[in-house]
């Protein structure tokens, strides 16, 4: 009987002692977790500077941007957005140099302004008014 009273006992200081240890690593995880939290609160002004500055977002979402990165979950789909972001697209159009505008009848010497063709209705405006096109050709 001795012998299982100390083996029942010495079973109780093992799992004691287990029970120690996982404890110990709890505290010690925790204590690194919050110690990241700090830091990437720390950081996280600097992120919403630089996502502004880049011109990934407008200064009026500052502050919403800011607690967005306050969850793990929420920065990595912002990584994703940001990834996929285009700048150009999102860049407004004013200041932007615009191609000249070429306009398609204008761009065929045979439209030059008062040139007539033998398209059947430069025609009829000749037998028209003859008068008025004799000049012009």
Partial sequence: MAQDTLTLDQEVVDL???????????????????????????LIPQVVDALIVGGFTPESNRTKLAKVLRDPINRLELLIEVSQFDKQAA??????PIAP?????????????????????????????PGLFSQVG
């Fill in 91 to 96: 860049a407004p159009a004013i200041g932007r």
């Fill in 16 to 42: 004691m002692t287990a029970g120690s240890a996982l404890l110990e690593k709890a505290a010690a995880d925790e204590q690194r977790r919050t110690e990241q939290e700090k830091q990437a609160d720390e």
């Fill in 101 to 129: 505008a070429v306009k398609a009848a204008a761009a065929r010497p045979e439209y030059r302004e008062g040139a007539l063709t033998d398209s059947p209705g430069d025609m009829a405006l000749k037998r028209h008014f």
